[in-house]
């Protein structure tokens, strides 16, 4: 077991998971480095220790451990943190891995869903679908409910159902002070507000209860890929899609994206709907797990090959009122046309979102981008070593071309999109809410137990 008098709270963390040797990884353990499951290798990180609990009490017993020992605890369900913040994002936290959660049930009666924080989107598509149900959420299926279901949860049923997070009606959290409590809408409202869109720096959630709806069961997707060499035509191409999704009697059964690289312009989407035409690029689905898929999804896939890369992502929200003017998307296209990336490995996706996300008020839960209509997630990749500076300017400076046909305009960001540069990632994040987000932190964990670099902190 290494040199067990070298970290602190070591028994203590042991007894926590019943002194089983295979639920804790200690930092002096032998090829400790090798367990340390890094997302993005361009930020590496070094717990001292990690956990893999069994049950809530156990999270409890080293929540508990942890404060005694004065360490910081951050929760980790799928990994997909783009600055590795499930692992706590800086050396020395405890890790509470919560693979383990895989609890899962469907009430017959009112199609509640219960089920384990540590459930991946794959594995709950497939869960639910079982009994002809479906949430909206994302479409990687690697992705963990313990974040994705907390930080937001876009995807392309969010128009008509809304975000992941919205479909929480109940959760199960462990507190700073290793309670466990059940939030929601009569319980807990204080929690629940902070755990629906901030829950990395409130506490741990290990069980979520959803509303579901009855699955599609026929949609049409669609892709059309434009090769173009010519600044021009991408912007009149880009031009032409953005009047499309900002057209305010637009179906909330259409989902679109448009991917921009240095391949050219992909645009694809769906319909969830029968199909009406006979398109060549169109394809007819009547399964929910062909719905869901996404071709920005799949580029990605393909660029990384599902293993850690050294990365670096942005993303920026657009309102009605702040869409990409006609002369800033020729800008935009001017500047990523002649700009040094870095790398050859890049590109920028642009999500088409708002309807029923836009129905919920910017102050119901923590998760602030209620009136964004338009994501924005540029992502540039270093297959050979870490991300260069040159590659870093190009994504700021992408950012600001945009920004600079709106002076003034809070554009945000997605708290799912890490950013580990960003001058004041709270307020990016969390906008508005942020004031109620700090006085619940003083409340539930004034000495800031629940930690990453970027998460909520008290009041000063």
């Not at 579901?212 to 010519?230: C, D, I, K, M």
């Not at 338009?374 to 920004?403: C, D, H, R």
Request: some cysteine; overall charge negative.
């Amino acid at each position: 077991m290494g040199t067990i008098q070298s970290i602190p709270g070591h028994d203590c963390l042991l007894a926590a998971v019943g002194y089983d040797a295979s639920l804790v990884t200690f930092r002096t353990d032998a090829f400790f480095a090798s367990h340390i499951p890094l997302y993005n290798l361009n930020i590496p990180v070094y717990p001292v220790v990690l956990t893999y609990p069994k049950t809530t009490d156990q999270v409890a017993d080293i929540v508990s451990c942890s404060v005694d020992n004065g360490y910081k605890v951050q929760a980790r369900s799928g990994g997909h943190s783009y600055a590795n913040y499930g692992l706590g994002g800086s050396n020395g936290a405890v890790v509470v891995d919560l693979k383990s959660f895989q609890q899962f049930s469907v009430d017959p009666d009112t199609h509640i869903a219960t089920i384990g924080a540590g459930t991946l989107l794959g594995d709950l598509q497939t869960r639910l679908d079982h009994g002809g149900r479906a949430v909206a959420h994302g479409t990687c299926p690697q992705v963990g409910m313990g974040g994705h279901f907390t930080i937001g949860g876009l995807g392309p049923m969010s128009r008509e159902w809304g975000m992941a997070l919205d479909h929480v009606v109940e959760a199960e959290v462990v507190l700073a002070n290793s309670t466990v409590i059940r939030a929601s809408d009569s319980h807990n409202q204080d929690v629940f507000f902070a755990i629906k869109g901030a829950a990395a720096g409130f506490g741990i959630v290990t069980e979520f209860k959803l509303r579901t709806h009855e699955a599609p069961r026929e949609a049409v997707q669609y892709s059309f890929t434009w090769n173009l060499g010519n600044t021009a035509e991408k912007s009149k191409l880009f031009k032409d899609w953005q009047r499309l999704i900002s057209s305010e009697n637009l179906s909330r059964k259409f989902a679109t994206e448009l991917v921009i690289s240095g391949a050219g312009v992909l645009i694809s989407g769906t319909y969830f709907g029968p199909r009406e035409d006979n398109s060549a690029n169109i394809v007819s689905l009547t399964d929910w797990m062909g719905m869901v898929g996404s071709g920005a999804e799949t580029l990605m896939v393909s660029v990384v090959g599902g293993i850690p890369v050294p990365f670096y992502a942005k993303s920026m929200s657009f309102t009605p009122e702040n869409l990409i003017p006609d002369d800033g998307v020729d800008a935009m296209f001017e500047y990523m046309d002649r700009t040094d990336k870095g790398t050859l490995t890049w590109f920028v996706i642009f999500d088409l979102e708002g309807g029923a996300t836009n129905d919920v008020p910017t102050n119901a839960t923590a998760y602030a981008h209620r009136e964004a209509i338009m994501w924005m997630q540029s992502y540039a990749v270093n297959l050979f070593g870490p991300i260069s500076k040159t590659t870093k300017e190009f994504l700021n400076g992408l950012n600001a071309v945009i920004a600079s046909y709106h002076p003034g305009a809070d554009f945000g960001a997605y708290p799912g999109y890490v950013d580990p540069y960003l001058d004041d990632p709270q307020r990016a994040y969390w906008g508005t809410n942020l004031p109620k987000l700090r006085t619940i932190k003083a409340d539930i964990d004034p000495h800031d137990v629940f930690h990453n670099p970027q998460s909520v902190r008290r009041p000063t």
